[in-house]
């Protein structure tokens, strides 16, 4: 194995479950840079509404927690992350709004989500789909959660948004699939996607792709 894979093995392994400092410094504090347009970008697609009751899955350092709860001011922001070190960053980004009882952030894992059936208006997932151990199970987990379409009312089921770095959607996406296999992960198309989302029993699902970001940035998007 040449130093290169070696870096490699050590990345794929701190992006699925950041842990010491290594993992504090890349997904605590500078993901939370570097992962903010990407976030921006999943968000322009989930209309996030004041009394939203929104998920963060994959949460990481809490960047995202804290802009969904700038929009969600009469709502509720949770986030799940399976790295303890980066739910107590989380908590620390967003102290202010845990007190206010606003936030919470939890330990736990997609597999088994900390919450009750239809909890959620809007679950987002940012740069951690790669990792999820048998996504079409989990997606049904993120289902669970989520609200069920109320037609008398005229309001659709809730809205899952699944956004990713990097993606099958660029040009060359054969040596980008190569290099994160030697991380340690897939890489998926909007179309694979889509059909994960509607294997997990999502009554609409669709993708977003904009090639020519990043890595080809991916979106996709399901509906209760
Ligand atoms: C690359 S980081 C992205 C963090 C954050 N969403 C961001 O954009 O900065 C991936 C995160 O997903 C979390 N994660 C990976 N697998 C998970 C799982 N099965 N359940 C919950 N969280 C998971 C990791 O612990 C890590 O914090």
Redesign the pocket.
């Known amino acids: 194995m040449g130093l290169t894979d070696g870096l490699m093995r050590i990345l794929g392994k701190q992006?699925?479950?950041?842990s010491g400092w290594l993992g504090k410094m890349i997904?605590g504090h500078l993901?939370?840079w570097?992962?903010r347009p990407?976030?921006n970008w999943a968000m322009s697609f989930m209309d996030v509404q004041p009394a939203d009751h929104v998920l963060?899955?994959?949460?990481?350092?809490g960047?995202?927690i804290k802009l969904i709860a700038k929009i969600a001011v009469e709502g509720f922001v949770a986030g799940?992350?399976?790295?303890e070190e980066?739910v107590q960053q989380a908590l620390k980004r967003n102290a202010a709004a845990v007190r206010a009882g606003r936030v919470e952030i939890r330990h736990?894992?997609?597999?088994v989500l900390p919450y009750d059936d239809e909890s959620f208006d809007k679950v987002v997932?940012?740069?951690?789909f790669y990792?999820?151990?048998d996504p079409v199970a989990?997606l049904q987990e993120v289902r669970r959660v989520m609200r069920s379409p109320e037609p008398t009312e005229g309001k659709p089921g809730g809205l899952v948004a699944l956004?990713m770095e990097g993606s099958k959607e660029t040009p060359n996406w054969q040596k980008l699939a190569a290099q994160a296999a030697r991380m340690g992960f897939p890489l998926y198309s909007g179309a694979e996607v889509e059909k994960m989302l509607t294997a997990a029993g999502f009554s609409r699902a669709w993708f977003e792709a904009a090639p020519d970001k990043g890595w080809g940035w991916l979106c996709a998007l399901g509906v209760k």
């Open positions: 992006s699925r479950k950041p997904f993901a939370t570097g992962h990407l976030t963060d899955i994959g949460c990481g350092g960047m995202a799940v992350d399976c790295s980066m736990g894992n997609v597999a997932a940012v740069e951690t990792f999820w151990p989990n956004a």
